[in-house]
C-alpha cells in the first residue's frame, strides 16, 4: 500500500526542535517533505507576503533524520503552505501538520497563532490539517511523553477525516519527558490578554515599546482546552474557519438596515 504524504510545516522556522521532532514522527507513518520558514515567524497568524519577493531553498538539515524534501521559505506559515501547494510538491498531500510549536496556542492564542494559520491555510485548500504545540516555550523544551497521542492523532485524521470546514488545534501539556494522561476533545477556553506596553528608550533617546501582558482566563468549565492541559491531558479543539456569528444573524436581520 502507497504510504500517505504528509506535509509538515511550523511557525518557529525549519531548524527547531520542535519541528524536527514533528517530521520523525510523521515518518512512522508516511512520506513526509517540509516546507517550513527560514526563521521564526511566530504570532504572525494568517499574514501572506503580497507586497514583497518569496524565496524558497532545498535544504538538507538532518540527512539521517530529516524527511526526504525539505526546503526553506522566506515567507510566513500560510505563505509555506501556499507554496508547497502551488509549487513544491509533486503531488496533493495526504494530510498538514503543523508545529510542534514552542508554546501554548489554546483558547484565544488561536487568534495569533503562525502554527495554527498554517493548518487553517490547508484546510481553506481542503485538506485534512492539525496545528501541535507544547505548553512550554523553551527552545530545548523536552518534546518526550506524548508520542504515541500524536501519530494516533494524526493516524485517525488519515482514516477518517475530518468534517468540512474543520482543522484541529492539538495543544500538549509540559510534560518533561512524562506521560501524558491521555487526550480530550474540548472546546476553546475563554480568555483573553490583559496586555500593556514597556514603554523604553534607546541610548539615542528614541522612544519604543515591547508588548507585555498576563493571560486573564474568563472560563471555569471543566470542557474546555485549559482545564484539560492543567490536568495533564493533551486538548484537542476542532476549529472552524468560517468566522459568521451565526447566532448573530437574527439580532442584525431585525435592525432597520433597508430602511
Known sequence: MEKPL??????????????????????????????????????MGHAITIDNTLYSKKMTIDKDNGASLEYSCSGTPADCV????????????????????????ASINVIYSGTMSAAIEAGIEGLPAIGFSLCDYKWDANFDGFDKEIKQIVTEALTNGLPKGTVLNVNIPKTDGKPVKGIRVCRQAKANWKEKFDKRFSPSGKEYYWLTGEFELLDKG???????????????????????????????NNWNLNE
Open 222 to 252: 471543566e470542557d474546555t482546552d485549559i482545564f484539560a492541559l492543567n490536568n495533564n491531558y493533551i486538548s484537542v479543539v476542532p476549529t472552524q474557519f468560517d468566522l459568521t456569528a451565526h447566532h448573530a444573524m437574527q439580532t442584525l
Open 6 to 43: 504528509i506535509l509538515v510545516t511550523n511557525d518557529d522556522g525549519i531548524t527547531a526542535p520542535g519541528l524536527r521532532k514533528l517530521i520523525a514522527l510523521m515518518k512512522q507513518l508516511g512520506e513526509v517533505v517540509v516546507v517550513a520558514p527560514d526563521s521564526p515567524q511566530s504570532g
Open 82 to 105: 501556499k507554496l508547497a501547494l502551488q509549487e513544491l510538491l509533486p503531488k496533493k498531500p495526504d494530510i498538514v501538520v503543523s508545529g510542534i510549536n514552542h508554546g501554548s496556542n
